[in-house]
């Protein structure tokens, strides 16, 4: 490197340095935020007469077959009760009780299962939409 490079490449850098130093700080200027999107209008479906006529006859079937089933339980307790007292031999009873214990498995997931079958069935209902009606006007 020749003695007159060096002096410009040094020249270069003394000017370049305090530019390249200015250019660093500047900041973009800013823009202005975009205003926030419009919010969407709500549209809350409200059910049909008939659908909460229909929505009240599942409810009270389902608490129909929850009281039928509360009473068949009630019934095989207390016949489980009476065999119980009834007999003396503990390997009978042991086998009384794992019933009694396979029996109050199978009531409460009766139980559990309608009770998701209703709330399915009503979140399908709520989803489900009602096909366009014609009507006539008698013209």
Request: proline content about 4%.
């Given at each position: 490197?020749?003695?007159?490079?060096?002096?410009?490449?040094?020249?270069?850098?003394?000017?370049?340095?305090?530019?390249?130093?200015?250019?660093?700080?500047?900041?973009?200027p800013v823009k202005p935020a975009a205003p926030p999107p419009k919010p969407r209008p709500v549209?809350?479906?409200t059910p049909s007469?008939?659908?909460?006529?229909?929505?009240q006859v599942d409810r009270?079937?389902?608490?129909?077959?929850?009281?039928?089933?509360?009473?068949?339980?009630?019934?095989?307790?207390?016949n489980l009760d009476m065999q119980r007292t009834n007999t003396s031999n503990p390997a009978l009873r042991n086998q009384l009780d794992a019933a009694d214990r396979s029996q109050q498995d199978l009531y409460?997931?009766?139980?559990?299962?309608?009770?998701?079958?209703?709330?399915?069935?009503?979140?399908?209902?709520?989803?489900?939409?009602?096909?366009a009606r014609s009507t006539s006007t008698g013209h």
């Open positions: 490197m020749t003695n007159s490079s060096r002096k410009f490449l040094l020249a270069f850098l003394a000017l370049a340095m305090p530019a390249l130093a200015l250019a660093q700080n500047q900041t973009q549209v809350v479906a007469p008939s659908q909460q006529w229909q929505r009270q079937q389902l608490q129909s077959r929850q009281d039928q089933n509360a009473l068949r339980e009630r019934l095989r307790q207390d409460r997931a009766r139980q559990n299962a309608a009770v998701r079958r209703y709330q399915t069935e009503q979140q399908t209902d709520d989803t489900r939409t009602l096909p």
